[in-house]
């Protein structure tokens, strides 16, 4: 059986066999470096991140990085029946042969994958038993700074921004390389610069429900999660590979700015790319032409946690409208804020059917708990806006399960969509063709953010909300209610919070034959269930249990800039139903003033 | 202005499936910065068209796509200009600028010739005469409601063996098909394990003339 032989077994083959526009090859690099973002091509190709890290350490004549993707299930099965192990795309290269091997943490939902690809490459899965000879397994990307739950596998984290800390990471293998020096000094080497965090470094001890944190071998008592300063001149790939799969993303994702502002209580991201940090309408400019003439692409998304929210909107949109006047080019913005939203923008987007706003609580109160200031008032101007510019169709997105919630708080999003339903008939005339689709998620407390404390709502309480939103909404015509199954939500509680003992349940779950979790056909629940069964633990237990503020989290060793104490304050506001304020319009005193001031400086 | 181009799918490229190359091709004119003509309305599309699919995993020196542009370039100009941009694997042979009154390649096309090459080069003749001395070969293809059995016998107009690649002329216009992977399993079917397949070329039939689209430039 030769590759070819398989390839033409299995579904979209070309997935697999790289040749990409814009790829890259060589021939002897010093550190072979293989990228995996531990899902499929479809996912990892749409990723972002993953082009940056990919064309970064490429523009680097030592290293060579190539790529590897979790194979889709049909592939496996063939590789390992045939002994075929995880190759890159680029030459083929079986994937242990890398001097270095990165994955990127986007979701808990992939930890699974990883294990799996270290299986499929035929690598020792468990850090402590890797050999001299074997990559060095690294890993980045938002879930990095609480990923106690792959401690075991993974022998260094990268926290925060890659831009810089890649090249350090190439810069002290090579110096390691050179000392012949063993395996085990390199991690201790790693843990000597910012940013990177060797877990195995640590020694993590549980005494009556305790945990007490013991750095070992001069590695610091906290990492510090990295932070480009100068973003407007650091690294941003302008020759993009091409895929010739349609992936999920097909576009130039034009990275308007860094980092978020507002401080919604239950967004992670917004707390861990503080602080803001945005690219000139000039440097934009010259991004979006060199990344169109490059690859082809007829689209641009302009990307960032809140895109609404950049300072120069108006003048960044007519700027690229005048730029690709002549080209076709749909330019477009993914996250639209409903505050931020200017029915202007609607018609350099006109071939989206609908649009998609995110009130997140449908109450007031419960905005206010949130701290996702919107008010009713704006959302319903904006719908109005909306529907005045021709849109007959808009989708409002929704948590359910927020702390402290309600019934009444339910009811506030039934409400909302009535009064949306009113307003198309003020401006159509009728309800025909009227579609308004409510849909909601389940709350996930996350690591560093305001409600990292908290439990989750119970599946009974999830369902019974579910239940009577869908009871309030049926009586509408015209508007529609969706929800995703709370399953797997639990599951992410845990494995976000969770502390070192869940590694072992994930390599139980893995043995199991849990992968692909993210994948709503291929989801295991029961071989999770066992898995945590097996360990004494239980999925429910992590999901419900309210941690008190002043015990050390397993997460405690990583820095993020914001401090405990600023979580704690935004709790203790959320429990009054405080907002705060967006910090734009004044510092908030989130710990993160010293790399706020550097920024504006330059 | 029509621009007609012949254009060679190589091994770099054999698993990009019809749709996707078409994407590919919407890119490479992008990039080459060739003023294409969009179709009117409100959705307004690429004029470009492709004539017979390939499947997943077969090569070819004989594709063939039709577009146009808005203002006249030199057909070898636009060549050029395409092969500076393409990927590896997708190479330009040729461009011409139909008459008027050329129809669609596409329409036409009657015939392709596959290069099939054997595994081991074993002489095959026999198992050749073997299929074509067959009345009826019948194999499932796609309907439109499930599968149907349908006689391919009369879609193989020649086969012959040269070293150890075997030759194959067979039916490929709209009415009657039959894809080259499906002749490799007939092959294989008779004891002929093949390696690997390309297109070699299309005729189409004009008035009842079989010929070339257009040649190659050598």
């Known amino acids: 059986m030769t590759l070819d032989d398989i390839l033409l077994k299995v579904d979209k083959p070309a997935r697999y066999v790289g040749g990409e526009l814009n790829s890259h090859f060589k021939e002897n690099a010093e550190v072979n470096f293989v990228f995996s973002y531990p899902d499929t091509y479809e996912m990892g190709m749409s990723h972002l991140g993953g082009k940056i890290i990919y064309h970064l350490l490429n523009s680097r004549e030592d290293t060579f990085c190539q790529r590897a993707y979790a194979p889709w299930v049909d592939m496996e099965e063939l590789m390992r029946k045939h002994n075929i192990p995880l190759f890159t795309l680029e030459n083929k290269m079986p994937v242990k042969n890398a001097d270095i091997w990165g994955f990127t943490l986007q979701y808990e939902l992939s930890y699974t994958n990883i294990l799996n690809m270290l299986s499929l490459a035929g690598v020792t899965i468990k850090s402590a038993e890797r050999k001299e000879d074997e990559p060095l397994i690294v890993a980045g990307g938002p879930c990095a700074n609480h990923a106690e739950m792959l401690a075991d596998f993974v022998d260094c984290f990268l926290l925060g921004d890659g831009e810089e800390s890649l090249m350090e990471l190439i810069d002290v293998y090579k110096a390691w390389k050179a000392s012949g020096k063993s395996r085990s000094e390199l991690l201790e080497m790693l843990s000597q610069n910012e940013g990177f965090y060797v877990p195995s470094l640590y020694e993590h001890k549980v005494v009556d429900g305790k945990l007490t944190i013991t750095p070992l071998k001069n590695a610091p008592k906290q990492v510090k999660r990295r932070v480009v300063v100068d973003f407007e001149n650091t690294f941003c790939p302008t020759k993009l590979i091409v895929p010739t799969v349609e992936v999920v993303h097909d576009r130039i994702m034009l990275e308007i700015f860094r980092g978020c502002t507002r401080g919604c209580r239950f967004c992670q991201a917004g707390f861990l790319y503080r602080p803001i940090r945005e690219r000139s309408v000039e440097k934009l400019k010259q991004i979006a032409r060199e990344s169109a003439d490059s690859t082809g692409y007829d689209e641009i998304s302009l990307t960032s946690l809140s895109s609404g929210d950049y300072s120069n909107l108006n003048q960044l949109i007519s700027t690229l409208n005048c730029e690709f006047n002549e080209e076709r080019m749909d330019i477009s913005l993914p996250s639209l804020r409903i505050d931020s939203f200017n029915p202007d923008f609607v018609s350099t987007q006109m071939r989206k059917s609908s649009l998609t706003f995110a009130p997140e609580a449908g109450s007031q109160r419960m905005r206010n708990i949130i701290n996702k200031n919107v008010s009713e008032e704006d959302l319903l101007k904006t719908v109005r806006g909306a529907y005045s510019a021709g849109y007959r169709a808009i989708k409002l997105y929704f948590m359910i399960g927020l702390p402290f919630e309600t019934m009444e708080d339910i009811k506030g999003i039934a409400d909302l969509a009535r009064k949306c339903t009113e307003i198309y008939q003020e401006v159509f005339g009728n309800k025909k063709n009227m579609r308004i689709t409510v849909s909601t998620s389940v709350f996930i407390p996350k690591p560093f953010t305001p409600f990292q404390w908290i439990n989750q709502d119970s599946e009974e309480s999830v369902k019974e909300k579910q239940r009577y939103l869908s009871d309030l909404i049926r009586q509408m015509r015209g508007v529609e209610y969706k929800y995703h199954d709370s399953t797997a939500s639990k599951l992410e509680v845990a494995c976000a919070r969770g502390g070192r003992e869940m590694c072992a349940v994930l390599y139980s779950a893995w043995k199991n034959g849990a992968k692909l979790d993210a994948w709503h056909e291929h989801f295991d629940i029961e071989a999770w269930q066992k898995a945590f069964a097996e360990h004494g633990l239980s999925m429910e237990e992590y999901a419900s249990r309210v941690i008190d503020v002043d015990e050390t989290l397993p997460w405690d060793t990583v820095d993020v800039g914001v401090t405990k104490e600023y979580y704690k304050r935004e709790l203790a506001k959320a429990q009054r139903e405080e907002t705060t304020r967006d910090c734009r319009q004044g510092c908030t005193g989130c710990g993160m003033m010293n790399v706020c001031k550097k920024e504006v400086k330059s | ?218």
């Open chain 2, 1 to 218: 202005m029509r621009v007609l181009l012949r254009f060679e799918k190589g091994n770099e490229v054999k698993y990009i499936s019809h749709l996707d190359m078409q994407r590919l091709f919407q890119r490479a004119l992008r990039r080459a910065k060739l003023p294409c003509a969009y179709s009117q309305g409100f959705n307004p599309h690429l004029l470009i068209s492709f004539a017979a699919a390939l499947p997943v995993g077969v090569c070819s020196d004989a594709e063939f796509v039709e577009f146009q542009l808005t203002k006249f370039i030199h057909p070898l100009e636009v060549m050029k200009r395409l092969n500076e941009v393409m990927p590896k694997g997708v190479k330009i042979l040729n461009a011409i600028e139909p008459e008027e009154s050329f129809p669609n390649v596409g329409s036409v096309i009657a015939l392709a010739e596959y290069a099939f090459t054997t595994k081991n080069g074993d002489d095959y003749s026999k198992a050749l005469k073997d299929i074509l001395a067959q009345e009826e070969i019948t194999i499932e293809k796609k309907a439109k409601k499930g599968f149907a059995l349908v006689n391919v016998r009369p879609m193989i107009h020649r086969l012959t063996q040269n070293g150890e690649v075997i030759k194959a002329t067979l039916s490929c216009s709209n009415s009657e098909n039959l894809r080259a992977d499906k002749m490799a399993e007939i092959l294989s079917c008779n004891g002929i394990s093949v390696a690997s397949i390309k297109r070699t070329s299309i005729l189409i039939c004009i008035d009842g003339f079989i010929k070339e689209p257009l040649g190659v430039n050598k």
